[in-house]
């Protein structure tokens, strides 16, 4: 299993399952970490699977994002390369 750990100065993040998909609650403090977010989103928005991950934007640097199960990995790894997460583990 993947575990991560937030920086809570760049944003807030909450998940939650949702059947077979996982949705993420993610506010963001600073515009530069919109930037680094809109990286994570350009990987799902240029491949082939057009269902891999959904971002919703809203209000004030929130975004909604719903991950189908196979790719949560995949989205993880994608925040931390991004510099939004502070580190990633892989744990039994």
């Known amino acids: 299993m993947l575990t991560y750990q937030i920086d809570p100065k ?11 998909d996982i949705e993420f ?7 530069v970490h919109v930037d680094q977010f809109r990286l994570v989103q350009q990987v799902f928005d240029s491949n082939a699977d ?7 934007a809203y209000a004030n640097h929130e975004y909604k994002v719903i991950v189908r199960q196979e790719h949560y990995n995949d989205f993880v790894i994608e925040l931390f390369k991004a510099r939004l997460l502070r580190s990633l583990e892989w744990t039994d």
């Open 10 to 20: 760049r944003l807030d993040l909450a998940e939650t399952q949702d059947g077979t």
């Open 25 to 31: 609650y993610i506010k963001l403090h600073d515009e």
């Open 50 to 56: 057009y269902t891999d991950a959904l971002f919703y």
